[in-house]
Each structure stands twice: as C-alpha cells, then as structure tokens.
C-alpha cells in the first residue's frame, strides 16, 4: 500500500504546528516556574563573618564560610535535629549558657547567626546619634558582647558563624521563624520555610601579612656648642584593632582613643616647638605601630630598626592604650619597680598635675620575663631593651592576649570625650613639666582658652573617623586609604615622618573572607511543590490532548497509545 504524497505534506504542516505549540505551551510553563523562584527571595542582608585565625598552627574562630541550611530561632522543640539549621539569636535575647555548651560540647548545628542592635552599626549614622537605649541597657549589652565574644575568638568551631544588624527585614523573618518554632512546625524539606544561603569561596590564608609603623620627629634645640644628643621623650600609640568580626572592628576606645591622644598632643606641641624661644631641650618622637593585637609585634620591630645610640638617648616612652571611658583614675603601668628613680620622676610628675585636674593616677608595677616572648603592654617591648618606659589606660590589670583590642563592643556609644580630653591634658602637661623644669609649680602651659588648649573640635572629628574604620591587620594594607591619612597627619605636626613596612611573625596566621551576602529564600513545603507538580503535569496532558484532537483527530491520539507491530510482522 502506498502512502499519498499530497497526504503526507497536508498532515507535515499541521504534525510541526502541534509540535510547535506543545513547547511554546512548555516553555511558557518553565519561564513561569523559574520566575517564581526568582522571586522567593524574601531579602539580601550584609554579614559579616567569625574571624578565623592560627596561632602557632592551633586553629581558632570559624572554619567555614559557606551557607546553605534552613533557618531556625531558639525556640526548637527539645531533642530536634539541628546539623542542618541556621539559628537566629539576637544579642538582646542571648542564652550563654546555651551558645557554651553548643560550643564546648561540639553539638552537631548548621550554623550561626547573631543579629546586633543599629546602635554598633558604624554605617548608620542615625544609629550613632540614637538616644532611645538607656545607659544600663547600653551596658548590659556590652557585658553580654563581651562574654560571647571571649568564647567566640577563642574557640575552635566547625560552622559558620555570621553577624548581622537589626533591621525590620530580619526581624520580620525571625518573627516567622518563631512562629512556626512554637507550633512545632521548624523549618525542613518537608514543611517548608526560610532558607539562608551563602555563597562565599573557602577562605584562604593570608601569606606574608604586613603591618606598618608610621614615626615622626619634634626636634629640640641645642644650646650652642653642645655636642651631645639631646634626650628624647617617645609618645607611643597601636593603632590596629582585632575582634570576633574584623569588618567590625574599629575599636573607638581601644585604641581609638590613643590615636586621637598622640595625634593633639603632637599637635599642641609642634605649636611650642615652631617658635624657638620655646622649644625645649628634648626630641619628641611620635610613633604610630602596629600589629599591638598580636603580641604588640610592630612596636618590637620598630625598636629593633633603632641604632643603639637612639635607644639609649630615649629619657623615657609614654604608651596610650585605652584612655576614653573611665570616670576619675587612670594607672600607670610600669615593668620596674616602683622604688626606681626614673619611675619616681614619671609618676610623680604625673600625680602632680593629676591632682591640679582633680584626676586620680595610680601605679601597677608588673615584672617582665624577658626570655618570654609573651608581653602584657606595649611598655614592656621598650623595657625588654632596657629602656624605660610606661604605658597610661584606664585598665587596672592587663588583659588576656587578644582581648580588650577593639571588639564589637568597643563602639562609639561608650567613648567618654572629656574623658579623652582630660587624659590629654594630663600627659601634654606632664611631658611639658619636665622638658622645661616645671615640676611642682602650678602652672598650666596647655590652659583652657588659650592658643594652646586642646582642640575638642579636632578630637571629636577623628574619633568620629576612628570609630567607623576597621583596622585589623592584615585587611589593612601598607597602602590603606587610613594609613596615608594617618600618616599625613603626622606630617601636619611633625617633621622627617617615616613610614616602616613589616611582614607579622609566623606565629599567627589569618584568613581572608570575612564579608558575604546572605540571600534569606522563603521556601514552600515539598507537599506544596508535589501539588504544584501534579497541577501542572495535569494541565500539559489536558493541552497535549486536546492539540492533538484538534490538529490530527482522534484516531491519531489513541494510536499513539498502541503497541506498535512488530518487525516480524512488517517483514511478513
């Protein structure tokens, strides 16, 4: 039997027309799919990541970087499975106790997500001026910052763990969260929900990490004829900061505070040392270091670029670490013993004028092992080189390695201004008292009104500068727009400003990664997904049907159902 051409070519158009309509229908219903997944998306929030460091190989923070879990809250239901949940936890409604034992006993969890109050958010400038926390909330917080940051940084975890800032987008996904928390319905695969997703490369170890010292000079006057070199006074500042989150760690107190101290006084002095009726027989050196995190490693290398004639012509060195929030008494801490002369001479000189201020200074003595590499203060890489030296902070006690270096807490809302001021005035007029031999009279060379009082304007501005510039290194690069600001405002005041480029000691190794995106997607259960499945399965049948009805006829519909005959058959 022989198949007519001119039949052929009618059904060829109409088989193509059929054809052509069941994959624009398809295509239509897979443009819609994907489109509605697209919008799924409930929002894009900032993060920022769990620093992740070595020290000496012994891994510390956060080991992973990567995010792809359903989100939960803190009112799981008791024995659930969290390996494959994010939990939200508010700072305001932190459990410790909870995130330690998680922590210490190693339990199985997705990940973490710590969202903080606006008023830490150093972006916000509404946040800076915001008056609505009352002081005891304020530090309320900052003691529960402080905990969970001390267990955080020195915790080996194997998840991430991000932070986030307060936001009605957030917080109207934590309400949800909650929600379906309590009624026993936390997010899965089956039952739907937020799903937070991630998606940053693996971090990788940051080779070689520079830290930079930046110094200037105020160079004394000689009387004629003398040969010798003058004495020099060193004012001393670390500049860098380290925390549980380094894109938020700008340390407003620590060491914001010195910064801004060493910055007016070279400042107010560089006034007395441009008229040579006043300037005094001492060379001030003014040294911005680095890397004071890390075992203060900037300020070692920085003495150990000194000749010995330099070293030995230093009277003595003032270090300024954390001297913006405290209220009456500020301490000296000294590695020699009290009984010595030169640290008779220093604080006394300091007592003196403390008094005159009304301020209260006392004196911690600390013995320093030499042979340990492990130092407390800045101080002690001076007195390690036998150099005398003292560090000024508000701190009665030195802090444990890495801590009290500029974490979450350490934000503008906690600075003291007067505070900052009066520290200032404190030194200035102590260094001032023994340059030009006016110990014990009460004279005030920096006085208030004058051409030489301190400049709260210019204080205020770069502890407003300070306090939204994250300074953990090695995300501080010698090139950093912060460091050349720093080191032209050096160049302002003082003179044969020299910049020290410096690769940070093995000991301690960082990662990079420590910013992302995370895309918060609100999912539908896998019974909904199932029912849109059949809907639409059901719906290409009923099109496919009814095009082939239309375009060929029955028969040729329920012919394609047929078995087709076999090949013994047709060779028959």
């Known amino acids: 039997m022989q198949s007519n051409p001119e039949t052929m070519l009618s059904k060829n158009p109409r088989e193509r027309q059929m054809l052509e309509s069941i994959y624009s229908m398809i295509a239509l219903v897979f443009i819609l799919v994907t489109c509605v997944d697209l919008c799924d998306a409930a929002t894009v929030v900032d993060v920022y990541r769990l620093i992740q460091y070595d020290i000496s190989g012994v891994p510390f923070g956060s080991r992973f970087a990567t995010l792809n879990h359903h989100a939960g809250s803190l009112h799981f239901a008791p024995g659930v499975d969290l390996s494959r949940t994010v939990l939200i936890i508010p700072v305001r409604e932190l459990n410790i106790t909870f995130v330690k034992e998680y922590i210490s006993q190693r339990k199985p969890l997705g990940g973490l997500l710590f969202l903080l109050p606006q008023m830490f958010n150093f972006e916000n400038r509404e946040a800076a001026t915001e008056s609505k926390y009352q002081i005891h909330e304020k530090e309320l917080m900052k003691t529960v910052l402080v905990e969970l940051e001390r267990l955080l940084i020195h915790a080996n975890i194997p998840y991430p763990v991000y932070f986030a800032f307060e936001d009605d987008d957030i917080d109207a996904v934590l309400a949800d969260v909650k929600r379906s928390d309590v009624s026993g319905q936390p997010a899965t695969a089956t039952t739907g929900g937020y799903k937070f997703v991630v998606s940053a490369p693996e971090p990788k170890r940051i080779a070689s990490p520079g830290i930079t010292n930046i110094q200037g000079w105020l160079r004394g006057l000689k009387a004629d004829g003398d040969p010798n070199q003058l004495p020099t006074i060193a004012i001393v500042a670390s500049y860098d900061t380290f925390g549980t989150a380094p894109a938020l760690s700008v340390g407003s107190d620590s060491n914001g505070s010195g910064i801004v101290a060493l910055l007016e006084i070279a400042r107010l002095f560089s006034l007395l040392y441009s008229n040579p009726k006043t300037r005094g027989r001492y060379n001030l050196l003014f040294g911005l270091t680095s890397g004071g995190p890390y075992n203060y490693n900037g300020t070692h290398k920085w003495l150990w670029s000194f000749d010995q004639r330099l ?3 230093i009277d003595y060195a003032i ?28 604080f006394e000189g300091f007592s003196t004028v403390a008094e005159e201020l009304g301020l209260e200074v006392g004196l911690k003595h600390k013995k320093i092992n030499i042979s340990n590499p492990r130092v407390a203060w800045e101080h002690e890489q001076f007195s390690k080189l036998r150099v005398t030296a003292a560090t000024l902070s508000e701190l009665s006690t030195a802090p444990e390695l890495l801590e009290s270096t500029g974490g979450l807490s350490d934000s503008r809302h906690f600075i003291n201004e007067t505070a900052i001021v009066r520290s200032i005035k404190l030194v200035a007029e102590s260094i001032a008292r023994h340059i030009y031999g ?4 009460n004279i005030q060379i920096f006085a208030d009104d004058t051409s030489l009082a301190v400049n709260a304007p210019y204080i205020r501005s770069w502890l407003d500068l300070l306090s939204k510039t994250p300074r953990v290194v090695p995300f501080l690069t010698k090139n950093d727009p912060f460091v050349m600001a720093l080191k032209k405002e050096l160049e302002d005041h003082t003179h044969e400003v020299n910049v020290h480029h410096e690769v940070l000691d093995g000991m301690f190794t960082l990662y990079d990664s420590t910013k992302a995106k995370l895309n918060i997607y609100q999912v539908a259960s896998v019974t909904f997904d199932l029912l849109l499945l059949l809907v639409l399965g059901s719906y290409l049948i009923i099109l496919f049907t009814f095009l082939v009805i239309t ?3 029955l028969d040729d519909l329920i012919s394609l159902f047929r078995r087709p005959p076999s090949r013994k058959v047709k060779t028959a």
Do not use: M, Y
Not at 321 to 346: C, M, R, T, Y
Not at 438 to 441: D, L, N, V
């Open 311 to 313: 070293r030995e012509s």
């Open 438 to 441: 006016c110990q014990g009279k």
């Open 319 to 346: 270090c300024l670490n954390s001297i913006g929030s405290w209220d009456n008494e500020l301490w000296i801490h000294v590695s020699k013993p009290p009984e010595n002369a030169f640290i008779k001479q220093i």
């Open 551 to 553: 375009t060929r006829g």
